[in-house]
């Protein structure tokens, strides 16, 4: 108990300075008090959300940053306070399917992925047909230059023919923000024996900056009037 009052007793005494080396300390560590504390970042899943919150200017009337950091997340935040740190007040992830990539998976599989997860075009209707139309006893014939391979399938009921496998072939899946347009990439799709079905990605991951250009042109538009008037800054 006395060894406790006497460490009270030596806290209550005043701080005080050294210099040394022509640097300043202190007898003591001090906290200041008049500091800006982190904030709870508020989560949300669309682009949509981020503007009506900034429009708002719910918490304040700062300008800010958008920073948007893949095609999946996008963070805002305000300045550099005096002590050299920032706030992020509210942050989107996408909510996106699952997609299977660089991996083999049944036809039946690969067919309602690519329904489900994938923008409607062109390219998506003949891979659709060409997994539609292999024979499952023996699928594939091989016949494979490294660009077309040449698969055995059925032309109506009895009758077999030959289906060219397109490759590349060009694809937009969903991979970023609903509210942006899907970047299209090329996938090498692969067949092999047992109706087995595999999509690679084959872009070198283009897409990625694509969509990233995507979202901040999406901002650019939505807050055109408060990236004029220096309240917004868009970064990716």
């Known amino acids: 108990?006395?060894?406790?009052?006497?460490?009270?007793?030596?806290?209550?005494?005043?701080?005080?300075?050294?210099?040394?080396?022509?640097?300043?300390?202190?007898?003591?560590?001090?906290?200041?008090?008049?500091?800006?504390?982190?904030?709870?970042?508020?989560?949300?899943?669309?682009?949509?959300?981020?503007?009506?919150?900034?429009r708002s200017n719910f918490d304040h009337e700062r300008p800010v940053m958008i920073h948007v950091e893949s095609p999946t997340k996008v963070n805002v935040f305000d300045a550099l306070n005096d002590v050299n740190d920032r706030r992020t007040y509210i942050k989107a992830k996408a909510l996106l399917p699952n997609i299977r990539f660089e991996q083999f998976m049944s036809r039946e599989a690969f067919n309602v992925m690519l329904q489900a997860c994938f923008v409607g075009s062109p390219s998506?209707?003949?891979?659709?047909?060409?997994?539609?139309?292999?024979?499952?006893?023996?699928?594939?014939?091989q016949q494979d230059d490294g660009f077309t391979q040449r698969v055995t399938a059925k032309q109506g009921v009895a009758t077999v023919g030959f289906e060219n496998v397109p490759n590349p072939v060009s694809l937009k899946p969903f991979r970023?923000?609903?509210?942006?347009?899907?970047?299209?990439?090329?996938?090498?799709?692969?067949?092999?024996?047992?109706?087995q079905v595999?999509?690679?990605?084959?872009?070198?991951?283009?897409?990625?900056?694509?969509?990233?250009?995507?979202?901040?042109?999406?901002?650019?538009?939505?807050?055109?009037?408060?990236?004029?008037?220096?309240?917004?800054?868009?970064?990716?």
């Open 1 to 54: 108990m006395l060894k406790e009052f006497i460490q009270y007793l030596l806290d209550l005494k005043r701080p005080e300075t050294v210099e040394a080396l022509g640097n300043t300390y202190s007898t003591r560590s001090l906290h200041r008090l008049n500091v800006e504390h982190d904030v709870n970042t508020i989560e949300i899943q669309s682009l949509s959300g981020l503007v009506d919150y900034i």
């Open 124 to 141: 998506k209707e003949k891979v659709l047909q060409v997994i539609g139309s292999i024979v499952e006893e023996n699928s594939v014939t």
């Open 176 to 195: 970023t923000f609903v509210e942006v347009t899907q970047p299209e990439s090329d996938f090498i799709l692969r067949l092999r024996e047992g109706g």
């Open 198 to 236: 595999g999509l690679f990605e084959a872009d070198g991951g283009a897409w990625e900056l694509n969509a990233m250009h995507n979202i901040k042109d999406y901002f650019e538009k939505q807050l055109a009037d408060l990236v004029d008037s220096k309240k917004v800054t868009i970064v990716a």
